[in-house]
């Protein structure tokens, strides 16, 4: 009799499991069935359209996560709001993704909406800007860049070319505030102003990564100050917008001029101010994650457990050296 009973439990037990795994591959298949047809499906939650590199960064994952590569991309744009991102990120919980990606707009902030992806048993991959978290189990890993990097090697030409300079005025256009872009590349220019001092930050303000922002800024400082010898754009966008106010003010800048740019993500836009001569020196940042992120993913679907971090080799562009072969053999 006992041992019917044990053998009774065990089938029980054994069938109970068996509809359990095959509910989770029915929710899988269904989800698939329903509407994916096999593809796995990637939610993305993109910071915005605040820049050119932001549009090169959505069209490398656009054209990597395509349906003829075997994805659906629900991709959906946050504005450059956190609030949006989190409920973007809810959202793909809802639908049941396969993976969630996320560029976070801010480093701040992001373990509620990522601990309900833990639960849920999407994988969360990281991507361009990092978070602040206690607990890195809330995401599978990060691609993107070394913004500190960026800025220390900005920072280095500053000292090469500036070197005879006593007395340096410092305008700092900053990015959006909070972001790991803006962190890092201020930390860079933080680090060197206390190396050098003779370096002055006559203004600082952000100009949130956009041209209209980064004009209005410059347009601000012009009116206050009459002496500048460089401007620390930590994007091209608002190098573009400062740009327009030295313009404006008839300043000259660049090579040939009173004030020279710095800007950071050598954007193909960018890159011809700098062959112009209209900015000094461009760091690059590059937005080309789609295929970054895609072998992460490949690893995922294989078993494999991907490096937690992964950052970008990246270059600079010197005015006085830069060619237009040195643009053309890029792609963005
Ligand atoms: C950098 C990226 C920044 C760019 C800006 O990886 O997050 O955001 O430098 C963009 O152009 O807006």
């Not at 396969?98 to 048993?121: H, M, R």
Request: with cysteine.
């Amino acid at each position: 009799m006992k041992k019917t009973i044990l053998l009774f439990i065990c089938a029980m037990m054994l069938s109970a499991f068996t509809l359990t795994s095959c509910k989770k591959d029915d929710n899988k298949a269904n989800n698939a069935a329903d509407n994916n047809e096999g593809l796995i499906v990637i939610g993305f939650s993109q910071v915005g359209a605040e820049s050119d590199w932001r549009i090169a960064n959505t069209k490398s994952m656009r054209e990597t996560f395509s349906e003829e590569n075997g994805y659906r991309l629900l991709l959906k744009d946050a504005q450059q709001k956190q609030e949006n991102q989190i409920q973007a990120i809810n959202d793909f919980i809802a639908q049941k993704v396969d993976y969630i990606v996320f560029a976070p707009v801010t480093e701040e902030g992001w373990d509620d909406a990522l601990k309900n992806a833990k639960s849920a048993g999407i994988p969360v991959i990281i991507v361009d800007r990092m978070i602040k978290t206690t607990d890195d189990s809330l995401y599978t890993c990060w691609v993107g860049s070394d913004f500190r990097n960026e800025g220390d090697v900005a920072v280095e030409w500053m000292e090469t070319t500036f070197k005879d300079v006593a007395d340096l005025k410092i305008v700092h256009l900053q990015g959006s505030l909070g972001s790991s872009a803006q962190i890092g590349r201020t930390e860079g220019l933080a680090a060197g102003v206390d190396r050098n001092s003779g370096w002055d930050v006559i203004y600082r303000a952000t100009g949130d990564f956009t041209q209209v922002k980064g004009k209005e800024v410059m347009e601000y400082v012009l009116k206050q100050y009459s002496h500048i010898d460089v401007i620390y754009c930590e994007n091209d966008n608002m190098a573009f917008g400062a740009i327009e106010a030295l313009d404006a003010a008839n300043k000259t800048y660049g090579v040939n001029g009173e004030v020279a740019i710095i800007s950071f993500d050598a954007t193909n836009a960018g890159l011809n101010e700098t062959l112009s001569g209209k900015i000094n020196y461009n760091v690059e940042c590059n937005p080309l994650h789609g295929p970054r992120v895609e072998a992460l993913i490949k690893q995922l679907e294989n078993g494999v457990t991907p490096e937690k971090l992964a950052f970008v080799e990246e270059v600079a562009f010197d005015a006085t050296t830069i060619t237009k072969a040195d643009i053309d053999a890029r792609s963005y």
